[in-house]
C-alpha cells in the first residue's frame, strides 16, 4: 500500500522489484500454504505464530503452521538442514529447486528453523520436528563456525569450486573459505549464541506432568526445579562418534516421573536399560516412555551405519547423484583428500560404506567408499571431443559435513554421481 502512493519513495535500490512475498506478506498468515521470501525472515515469522497458536489453543494457526513446516521439510530444505535456494534476495524459490554450488543455505537461516522445530515439538509433542532441528544443528549450524571459532560462513553450499566463486556472478555470494567477519553479521553471533543456549534443545522439562524429555545427545550436567524440589541430571555420550549414552538421575519425586528418549529416525537395533534391566518399550510419537522412582542410570544404545541417500527425482539438481549420511550427519568429499575436480567422481553404491575411526578434526569418524574418477589424460585438451574418456579405480573419503574447509582452500561437495548405468 505504501509503495502505490503517489509521493512514496524507494530509498533501498536493492528492493526496487519488492514483491510481498518477500517477506510473508501477501497472504493472511493462516492462508499460507508454501514457504516463501527471505528465509531467515520466513522461519523467524513462523516461530511467532508456533507461540501464539500454543499461547492461545489456535488450531487454526497451528495447522498453518504444519502446513508450512511440511513444505519445508518436504520440498524446499536441502540435505543439510539448509533453507534458502536463492542467494538473490537469500530467500525461498519453488517446490524441488535445490541447486548445490549457488544456494544460499543462510547459518541463521537454520538456527531459525531450528527454533520453528523446537515449538512444534514443544506444542505436539511428536520427535519427527526434533529429527530435522538435530540434522540443522548438526550440519549447517555447525558448519557456520570454524573448528578454532575465529571464522564464519554465512552461506553453506553444498558444492564448492574456488575459482568460480567471483565477484559479479550468480556464486558472488559463496565463499570459499570462511571468513572472519562481515558487514551484516547476524550468522557469527547468532551461531553463538545458539551454542550458548543448546541446552534448551536437549531437554524439554515439564515439572508439573512430571515429564522429562530428551532430544539430544549431549554431554551435560544440570539441575532441574522440579516441584519445590531439585532433580541433578547427567549424560555421558561420545555421540555421534558412538551410538550410545548413559543417563543418571538423583532426587527423582518419591512418586516418580516418566522419562520421554527420543527414537531418531535413523535409529536401528534401539535398546533401553534402566538400573541394568533391559526394558521392551515401543516408541510413540517417536519416544520411549519410561517411569522411573529414585536414583536411576539408564543406558540407551542404538545402531547408526553409514548410507546412501538419494534425493526425490524432482530436484534436478541431485538426478543420477547419491549422498552420504551416518545419524544426524552428512558427509562430504574435500579436494584434500580425493584431489581436484570432484564432479569428475563416480561413488559404486554397491560396494558399501566403510567406517574409520580418525583423528582428523580431534578425532571423527570418516568414511570410505569405492568409486572411479574420470582419466583426464585419456581424453585431449579440447574443449569438446568425440572420445569416451577412460575411468580409473579410486577410494574415496568422506568427512563430516560441518569439517568441511579447516584444512584450507579447496573443492568440496556433497552429492556424488552414482556409477550405475
Known amino acids: ?173 559463496v565463499k570459499p573459505i570462511r571468513q572472519k567477519w562481515f558487514g551484516v553479521a547476524c550468522c557469527p553471533p547468532n551461531i553463538a549464541r545458539t551454542l550458548a543456549s543448546l541446552g534448551q534443545y536437549v531437554y524439554a522439562a515439564y515439572p508439573e506432568k512430571n515429564q522429562l524429555y530428551v532430544n539430544l545427545f549431549v554431554s551435560n550436567e544440570t539441575t ?66 519410561v517411569h522411573v522412582t529414585g536414583d536411576t542410570e539408564i543406558q540407551v544404545t542404538f545402531q547408526a551405519p553409514p548410507k546412501f541417500v538419494y534425493a526425490n527425482p524432482q530436484v534436478r539438481a541431485d538426478s543420477g547423484k547419491v549422498a552420504i549420511v551416518r545419524g544426524p550427519l552428512v558427509y562430504c568429499l574435500e579436494e584434500i583428500d580425493n584431489g581436484q575436480n570432484l564432479p569428475a567422481i563416480f561413488i559404486d553404491t554397491e560396494a558399501g560404506l566403510k567406517e574409520e575411526t580418525s583423528k582428523l578434526f580431534g578425532g571423527c569418524v570418516v568414511i570410505k567408499a569405492k568409486g572411479k574418477k574420470i582419466d583426464e589424460s585419456s581424453v585431449s585438451e579440447e574443449l569438446y571431443g568425440c572420445v569416451k574418456p577412460d575411468l580409473q579405480d579410486t577410494e574415496l573419503t568422506a568427512v563430516p559435513y560441518p569439517y568441511w574447509n579447516n584444512r584450507g582452500e579447496g573443492e568440496m561437495l556433497v552429492w556424488i554421481k552414482d556409477i550405475r548405468p
Open 1 to 173: 500500500k505504501e509503495m502505490s502512493r503517489p509521493d512514496y519513495k524507494m530509498i533501498f535500490p536493492e528492493f526496487a522489484d519488492y514483491t510481498p512475498e518477500y517477506s510473508q506478506s501477501h497472504e493472511p498468515v493462516r492462508d499460507q500454504k508454501t514457504a516463501e521470501g527471505h528465509a531467515v525472515r520466513a522461519v523467524y515469522l513462523y516461530c511467532a505464530m508456533a507461540d501464539l497458536a500454543e499461547k492461545y489453543k489456535d488450531e487454526g494457526l497451528l495447522h498453518a503452521c504444519e502446513t508450512l513446516w511440511n513444505n519445508i521439510v518436504q520440498k524446499r530444505m536441502y540435505l543439510t538442514g539448509g533453507i534458502g535456494s536463492s542467494g538473490y534476495l537469500e530467500r525461498f524459490t519453488v517446490d524441488y529447486d535445490l541447486p548445490n554450488e549457488y544456494n544460499y543455505c543462510e547459518s541463521c537461516a537454520s538456527i531459525g528453523l531450528a527454533l520453528f522445530g523446537l515449538r512444534m515439538n514443544q506444542i505436539t509433542g511428536e520427535s519427527k520436528y526434533m529429527d530435522v532441528v538435530e540434522r540443522a544443528l548438526y550440519n549447517t549450524v555447525l558448519a557456520g563456525i570454524a573448528l578454532d571459532g575465529k571464522s564464519f560462513f554465512y552461506v553453506n553450499p553444498l558444492e564448492v569450486w574456488p575459482p568460480a566463486c567471483m565477484d559479479g556472478t550468480t556464486k558472488k555470494h
Open 224 to 289: 532441574l526445579d522440579w516441584n519445590k524440589n531439585e532433580i541433578s541430571v547427567k549424560l555421558e555420550t561420545k555421540f555421534p562418534w558412538e551410538n550410545s549414552y548413559q543417563m543418571g538421575l538423583k532426587n527423582v519425586p518419591a512418586d516418580g516421573m516418566d522419562i520421554f528418549l527420543r527414537v531418531p529416525d535413523y535409529a536401528e537395533d534401539y535398546e533401553i536399560k534402566v538400573n541394568g534391566q533391559k526394558l521392551d518399550v515401543s516408541p510413540e510419537n517417536g519416544y520411549c516412555k
